[in-house]
Each structure stands twice: as structure tokens, then as C-alpha cells.
């Protein structure tokens, strides 16, 4: 799947926030769970925010607590309210109104 120039811009930031390379950073761009978050942005029909978590997977308690479940970061894209950030997590807020798309290029 070719990225569009929209996702390398992106990625280039994902990349200098985690520290990863970009072949790394991508990868949120390549899964198919976070494409509609990120079309909806981009398009201006979906949220104008986006969080990006690079993170373990854990669950919450029933005290609101967070329990590490340990192993490998991932990515997690979200709206803010769906997952909680553990750790370092980066946001983009689209500025056009809504139903105009992103314009990377200036």
C-alpha cells in the first residue's frame, strides 16, 4: 500500500516523538483499524483531533487504576477518550473547518 504524503508527514513527527525510525512510525499508518480515524481527519469529516500512543497494552481496574500488562509498545490512535496515555502520547488538531480537507503543503 503506497503512503500518501499526508501519512509521511505524519510519520516523520511520530517518528521524532518516539524516537523510532520511519519505517516503524508507518506502521500506525499501515493498520486497518486506524484508517478511519485518520481519513475522517484528513478529509475533515471526522474528529479535528487524533491521538497517537506509543505504548504497552494494559487494562483498568475496577478502582480506575491502570495495570501494566508489559511486553511490546503499539500503537494506539484515538479521539482522547477512548484510551487512557500511559506514558508519552502526541495529538494533531485539524484547523480547517469542518468538511474541508488537510492541506500538508501549505
Same mark, same amino acid.
Given at each position: 500500500m503506497a503512503m500518501s504524503a499526508r501519512s509521511k508527514w505524519m510519520a516523520s513527527i511520530v517518528a521524532d516523538v518516539f524516537n523510532l525510525g520511519e519505517y516503524d512510525a508507518l506502521e500506525v499508518f499501515r493498520n486497518p $483499524? =486506524? $484508517?478511519?480515524? =485518520?481519513?475522517g481527519f484528513f478529509q475533515g469529516t471526522g474528529d479535528a483531533r487524533i491521538f497517537i500512543y506509543y505504548q504497552t497494552q494494559y487494562k483498568v481496574n475496577e478502582s480506575g487504576e491502570i495495570q501494566d500488562y508489559g511486553g511490546h509498545k503499539e500503537f494506539f490512535v484515538t479521539d482522547g477518550e +477512548?484510551? +487512557?496515555l500511559k506514558g508519552k502520547g502526541l495529538y494533531f488538531v485539524r484547523t480547517t473547518k469542518p468538511g474541508k480537507a488537510v492541506n500538508v503543503n501549505g
Amino acid at each position: 500500500m503506497a503512503m500518501s504524503a499526508r501519512s509521511k508527514w505524519m510519520a516523520s513527527i511520530v517518528a521524532d516523538v518516539f524516537n523510532l525510525g520511519e519505517y516503524d512510525a508507518l506502521e500506525v499508518f499501515r493498520n486497518p $483499524q =486506524f $484508517q478511519p480515524l =485518520f481519513d475522517g481527519f484528513f478529509q475533515g469529516t471526522g474528529d479535528a483531533r487524533i491521538f497517537i500512543y506509543y505504548q504497552t497494552q494494559y487494562k483498568v481496574n475496577e478502582s480506575g487504576e491502570i495495570q501494566d500488562y508489559g511486553g511490546h509498545k503499539e500503537f494506539f490512535v484515538t479521539d482522547g477518550e +477512548k484510551v +487512557k496515555l500511559k506514558g508519552k502520547g502526541l495529538y494533531f488538531v485539524r484547523t480547517t473547518k469542518p468538511g474541508k480537507a488537510v492541506n500538508v503543503n501549505g
